[in-house]
């Protein structure tokens, strides 16, 4: 008797037809993307393409129009426990009277449910995301007080303390220094590596092909989705950004 087959696995993320408008102009139009599991997935594009809107629909933070969102097969509500979200370092009050500790805690109240006291061994569980960036000297430093880059880490370190299978973020290397960069990298390859998905809005486009295992090229629709290796071409970059790409910027 033969073995059966076996099953391949639901794609961390499937958008298919997803349109989204603010105030009646359309913002993404009929985006249709598949991110497979364990991928380091890039959403690239000029100011005003729809990135940030993109990850906010698949969370329902924003309403579509019209189309269907996926994660790992099912609608995103019913398994929102398996999904962390990062936004933009800008986006976030940081002299909230916060340490680094305090905020990379948040990760651990859904286990635990908010307004109870955390428990120490759940403490410990974001001492130890606070180390996995980098941070366990700061932990006890108020969040207004550190750099740009080590606030983007604080933000790591609570997605990581959510322990999640899927990983949104808004520009994790907009504005950090190069230790920072180094560190979350480092965090987004190991996740990777352990069978966990990424999907960022990245700006870089030199540093794009080799961070990022899958591209999707969008600017109001999809220009190109799919392996960053055969998808981040010079032909539809400049289709994405309208413009030609500086030499160098992608591998021939």
């Known amino acids: 008797m033969r073995g059966l087959a076996p099953q391949p696995l639901e794609p961390a993320l499937a958008v298919r037809d ?14 249709t993307w598949q991110v497979p599991a364990g991928a380091l997935a890039a959403v690239i594009g000029p100011n005003g393409a729809g990135k940030s ?5 698949v969370l329902g933070l924003v309403p579509a129009v019209s189309g269907e969102v996926r994660v790992f097969g099912s609608p995103f509500a019913a398994v929102r426990r ?11 009050d940081w002299d909230f009277p916060l340490t680094a500790l305090q905020v990379a805690a948040q990760g651990r109240y859904r286990s635990v449910g908010w307004f109870r006291p955390l428990p120490a061994r759940e403490r410990q569980r974001a001492l130890a995301a606070l180390a996995e960036v980098g941070l366990a000297d700061l932990a006890h430093r108020h ?3 550190l750099s740009g880059g080590q606030q983007q880490r604080v933000l790591l370190a609570r997605a990581l303390a959510l322990e999640a299978d899927l990983l949104l973020m808004d520009e994790p290397f907009a504005g950090v220094d190069a230790a920072s960069e ?8 190991r996740l990777a ?3 966990r998905t990424v999907i960022a809005v990245h700006h870089d486009l030199s540093t794009a092909p080799g961070t990022f295992s899958e591209v999707l090229l969008l600017n109001g629709r999809v220009i190109a989705a799919g392996p960053m290796a055969t998808t981040f071409t010079a032909e539809a970059i400049a289709k994405t950004y309208g413009a030609p790409v500086p030499l160098g910027l992608v591998a021939a």
């Open 193 to 195: 590596g352990l069978g």
């Open 53 to 57: 809107t993109l990850l906010k629909a």
């Open 143 to 145: 969040i207004g007080a």
């Open 18 to 31: 997803l349109t989204v408008a603010y105030g009646g102009e359309p913002v993404l139009r009929a985006v």
């Open 82 to 92: 398996r999904v962390a979200y990062l936004p933009q370092r800008a986006s976030v």
């Open 182 to 189: 180094a560190a979350i990298l480092a965090v987004l390859k």
